[in-house]
């Protein structure tokens, strides 16, 4: 397994500005993910984190909504552009390929609020 | 598409009561299973996994059979406790997309003393 942190774990944020997540591995993995679970829901990707190039994002999420970047192995951020109160989610960070196996783990997440 | 399909919840047990959350997939291709539990204010744990047909995950009490006949991958547990209180997700990896998984959409279960 892997030991994931995230920053925030969680903040109160005003329309329109922005956020960035943080999100910190304990050893080098190959995928790197970003979900949005919003109240009382599942998960929903966002994008795949790819190192040293563009992430790749699902349908429904947009770069300049949701930029994100994995400068190495370790280390992602997303952030949440010009915000509004629909965003207001939990974000969490997940890794896998972990020894070439298929599952997931999962960061604590970031609880956000915008007002 | 790939798809998993649970049951709604919340499901209330007393303790000591059996616990089985039905989970139905639709894949192409041979998925790997998986249920994750998140206690409350916190990320997803894994709680177990079964990579191919007829193979049973087993973690803290609680197993699921991967039933390829059925597509299905309930999960159960015999004895619940208040602990085991949370939302269980299963999900499946999906295939020709190397990593990435789908959810179902989770099913709280409230243990009472």
């Known amino acids: 397994s892997a030991v994931i942190s995230q920053k925030p774990s969680r903040d109160i944020c005003q329309r329109g500005t922005s956020l960035t997540i943080q999100c910190q591995v304990d050893s080098q993995v190959t995928m790197m993910f970003w979900y949005r679970q919003q109240p009382g829901q599942s998960l929903t990707l966002i994008a795949t984190a790819n190192q040293g190039s563009e992430a790749t994002y699902e349908s429904g999420f947009v770069i300049d909504k949701f930029p994100i970047s994995r400068p190495n192995l370790t280390f992602s951020t997303l952030t949440v552009s010009n915000m509004s109160p629909e965003d207001s989610s939990i974000y969490l960070c997940?890794?896998?390929?972990?020894?070439?196996?298929?599952?997931?783990?999962f960061g604590p997440g970031t609880r956000l609020t915008v007002t | 598409g790939d798809s998993v399909t649970q049951m709604e919840g919340p499901v209330t047990l007393s303790e000591e009561a059996c616990l089985t959350i039905n989970c139905t997939y639709t894949a192409t291709g041979y998925p790997s299973l998986f249920w994750y539990v998140q206690y409350p204010g916190e990320g997803l744990q894994l709680l177990l996994k079964?990579?191919?047909?007829?193979d049973k995950g087993s973690n803290k009490g609680f197993e699921a059979t991967y039933r390829k006949e059925t597509t299905s991958f309930h999960l159960e547990k015999g004895s619940v406790q208040v602990s085991d209180s949370a939302v269980y997700f299963c999900?499946?990896?999906?295939?020709?997309?190397?990593?990435?998984?789908?959810f179902g959409a989770g099913t709280q279960v409230v243990v009472t003393p």
């Open positions: 999900a499946l990896s999906v295939a020709d997309s190397w990593g990435k998984f789908q």
């Open positions: 997940s890794v896998g390929g972990l020894a070439g196996a298929y599952e997931q783990y």
């Open positions: 079964a990579t191919k047909a007829d």
